[in-house]
């Protein structure tokens, strides 16, 4: 094991050739999937992704090779003036997201990984807001595994989105970066329960679905020791479940909860919809305002709706 080092499949891009030999771990014994030079083009990585593959590995003499390869693909996504086109740098930037809720979703006690997706936010933020046509290639980009941190990059720029309407992103600037890594790891406790992700949250059997109604707050005891974590990181893992007709977990009503946490459970119930009922946003979100009235906060349901209508989504 120490002569191989684990990278993450979500930052490995179809269209490069990759710099090192990738190699997945099957039955105590490293097979070489990717030969330095190849790449994953096609459906191979999607076809990793279904598998649930979410690391690959490669010598750890290499492990330098990759962070420059890392770190080149990130420089050139956040570069607007270089030739890659807007879906290529969304689908790099969506990646190096995943992967740092990932690693602070396996290792929460890391400050550094904090920092990290703390960093990768505040990129995010600057981007999003100059691209705004990014959350349509963002929405394209099929969590077909159900990963929790695909999940968590998604309601992250829905929510921000939505902050953009709601004038939130002007009203209280200091919280936005915050409140995205509180999206990125906002279902940190399905990493730890075991609840099956291939399934929608109503249709689990009971003993799954009693655990599941327990993750916001079980995930919020996971990291509460923490001091790293902004409070605001906190309180988004603890009420993003919560419900204005006081049906979430903790039974709280629209005026106990910040808007930020009406926000981004907004962002997560459509995000849902979206990854359980394989539509299009267009036709998610008829359903979905009809389905959520009464359920989730109007305000932040009209945010979401013109967010998508500026872009052109529905």
């Not at 979410?54 to 030739?83: F, G, P, T, W």
């Not at 990963?147 to 998604?154: E, F, K, L, M, P």
């Not at 926000?263 to 979206?274: E, I, Q």
């Amino acid at each position: 094991m120490a002569d191989y080092a684990p990278i993450r499949v979500s930052t490995l891009r179809g269209d490069q050739k990759i710099p090192f030999d990738a190699y997945v771990h099957v039955a105590g014994k490293y097979i070489l999937m990717c030969r330095e030079g190849d790449s994953f083009e096609g459906d191979r990585i999607e076809r990793l992704r279904g598998k649930k593959l979410v690391k690959m590995y490669i010598a750890a003499k290499k492990a330098q090779v990759y962070q420059d390869y890392l770190h080149e693909n990130i420089k050139r996504a956040y570069e607007a003036s270089n030739n890659t086109s807007l879906e290529i740098r969304t689908q790099i930037i969506h990646g190096a997201l995943q992967a740092a809720a990932e690693d602070l979703t396996e290792d929460p006690e890391s400050k550094a990984l904090y920092n990290v997706a703390l960093d990768g936010a505040k990129r995010f933020n600057k981007f999003f807001t100059a691209e705004p046509k990014s959350l349509e290639h963002l929405l394209a980009i099929k969590n077909v595994d159900f990963n929790i941190a695909h999940h968590g990059v998604i309601v992250a720029a829905l929510s921000l989105a939505i902050c953009q309407e709601l004038g939130l992103v002007e009203a209280r600037p200091m919280q936005i970066d915050a409140m995205l890594v509180g999206c990125l790891i906002h279902d940190i406790e399905h990493n730890y329960n075991n609840v099956g992700r291939s399934e929608r949250p109503d249709l689990l059997g009971r003993a799954e679905k009693n655990i599941y109604l327990k993750h916001s707050v079980d995930g919020h005891d996971r990291i509460k020791g923490f001091i790293h974590f902004d409070p605001l990181v906190r309180d988004i893992i603890l009420n993003h479940e919560e419900k204005i007709d006081m049906s979430g977990p903790r039974k709280r009503r629209e005026k106990d909860l910040d808007v930020f946490m009406l926000v981004t459970a907004t962002a997560n119930a459509f995000d849902t919809s979206l990854t359980y009922e394989g539509q299009t946003p267009r036709e998610a979100l008829k359903k979905f305002l009809i389905d959520k009235m009464g359920v989730l906060q109007l305000e932040t349901m009209h945010g979401l709706q013109n967010a998508l209508k500026k872009r052109g989504l529905v």
